[in-house]
């Protein structure tokens, strides 16, 4: 059984940065594709950005193109999603998820297990 735990979280200002962290413990990350979502109270949960189990491939929500960032490191097996230049949107509950499915996707029904979430505030 396969756990995934966010870290990273927190308060910041419009503008600033943030770097969650999302340690998978149970099985390797080439095991899974990996993605972010975030929610906030009353709407559905939303695909943020995902990497594929070979890491060859990453895609993102398109309001968060060129400001986020999704990387892993095989080592520590773990996924992270760098954030900068956020903006009050941004703020959420960020979540990782693994996908066992064979290809990147970005449907949040399409994915096997979560973590329990982070989250994060961004004030004007």
């Known amino acids: 059984q396969v756990q995934l735990a966010e870290s990273g979280g927190g308060l910041v200002q419009t503008g600033g940065s943030l770097r969650l962290s999302c340690v998978v413990s149970?099985?390797?990350?080439?095991?899974?594709?990996l993605g972010w979502f975030r929610q906030v109270p009353g709407k559905e949960r939303e695909f943020v950005a995902g990497?594929?189990?070979?890491?060859?491939?990453?895609l993102y929500l398109d309001s968060v193109k060129g400001r986020f960032s999704i990387s892993r490191d095989i080592a520590k097996n773990s996924i992270y999603l760098q954030m900068r230049s956020l903006k009050p949107e941004d703020t959420a509950v960020y979540y990782c998820?693994?996908?066992?499915?064979?290809?990147?996707?970005?449907?949040?029904?399409?994915?096997?297990?979560w973590g329990q979430g982070t989250q994060v505030t961004v004030s004007s």
């Open positions: 990497i594929s189990r070979s890491g060859a491939k990453t």
């Open positions: 149970g099985r390797t990350l080439s095991s899974y594709n």
């Open positions: 998820a693994a996908d066992t499915g064979p290809v990147l996707r970005t449907a949040n029904n399409a994915y096997d297990y």
